[in-house]
């Protein structure tokens, strides 16, 4: 396994996480878009493709 790749793939799976928490919070105490909502999940369901891509390069998921 290549030790850049698992690190840049926790990264994203930190940034991912982040990324979650904050629209969980900012969904509670505020009132966004639909379009702000969908923005954020695209740009969130993408880094969960490109760490899913990682992953399973590296033998970590199948």
């Excluded at 996480?17 to 509670?28: C, G, I, Q, R, T």
């Excluded at 880094?47 to 891509?53: D, F, G, N, V, Y």
């Amino acid at each position: 396994m290549e030790e850049t790749k698992l690190v840049l793939a926790q990264k994203d799976i930190d940034e991912a996480l982040a990324l979650v928490e904050n629209m969980e919070k900012s969904l509670k105490e505020t009132h966004f878009s639909k379009e702000n909502i969908k923005d954020n999940f695209t740009f969130l369901c993408s880094k969960l493709e490109e760490i899913e891509a990682i992953l399973k390069e590296e033998g970590i998921l199948e």
